[in-house]
DNA sequence: ACACTAACGATACTGCTAGTTCCGGAACCG
DNA sequence: CGGTTCCGGAACTAGCAGTATCGTTAGTGT
């Protein structure tokens, strides 16, 4: 979303500092994560990345780009598609990351910033949605194989199953309750699977 | 919350219209629900209700006083304690009632803005997290009937269980996702019911 | 070398939004 | 009536997004 305005003429002139972008993306995460987009200033962005406000200025063009920015930044963690051989090993393994994420400080910050601001902003709202998609498909695509491999009735509800494990982390982010851990995964998958196990 | 400062000699002076508390909070709630707390002017909610700003101040201390007390007049609604005789009937019809809530214009409004505003404001977290747990203080009351009759196993997680049914509106509300209708809770509540039961 | 150009941090400034307070007048009590 | 509180509208104010300017700096091209 950056350098929507590429010099025509490049090379001419003192040449953008590689990493200022970085370090004004991070700062602005750090801050969004912390406080919300509403009372995240610029100045205190720029401040804290060591820069100029107009050196902001010169990437994004409105305070709402670069917090979509910054989020990309973030949304970029990666959930390795497990294929363990039993329907138990791959969601187990699907959510423990999950857990694991949503665990740490970063990761419950950026649940509570993308579930707050995703009802106030579309863009950021598109990025958790496929945050979100990119999570459950891997957990979708393990229930298909399993009802291939006989493990799971042909007519369960795979959206419903994959989103029982999701809803309950949600709920409880934002009721302030506490999440489940590590130790609780596979008890959370063993009774979900019961409900749809042929 | 309001009348805090409740004056010392009653009776004197130009009493209060008796009608503007409610009509402040009234149009206060309608743009809450309906723009959000930052996206909500005091300004904006004074026009509505018909009356000054100043009107509005001598009431409640601060636009988030003002907030508070607004959600504490829709936080009202009430649903049955049912005990249809079996844990099906039970929890169908907690849900049903529940998802009834949610499909509403009203409902959705109410739980989107209470979602938003509980990461925002402990108050209106507290507020969202009393009608969550009335709600579900009521289905946990319905599955330890269940475990007496004998429907249902003695070690089941019954936190779990009713979390699972309103996780799922829950996250689908964040996502933007179509909620569940009436037609889905029998489906929904059996595949709960699957994993506990006897 | 050297002229040219764009980026840089800092700072001041502008325009606007929105929370809060002030004011002159009206309503009500005793 | 006199004192008190309420009322609506207007004024005040702080904060902040976004822009402009300045002296400086790091590159490019000849």
Redesign the pocket.
Known sequence: MADLDV???????????PE?DSKITRAAAELLLLRGFD??????V??R???????V???W????D?AVAAMETLYSAEFPEPDTGTIEGDLAANYRSFIAFANTDTGLAYLRMSITESLRDERIAALYRSSTERRENDARASLRRAIERGEVRRDADVDTAVQYLGGIVTARVILGRPLPQLEDVDTLVQFTLRGIRR
Chains 1, 2 share one sequence.
């Open positions: 010099p025509r003429r490049r090379g001419r002139g003192r040449p953008r500092d200022t009372k995240t200033t610029v100045d205190e720029a401040a990345a060591g820069v100029g406000k107009a050196t200025y010169r990437r063009p409105s305070k709402e670069l």
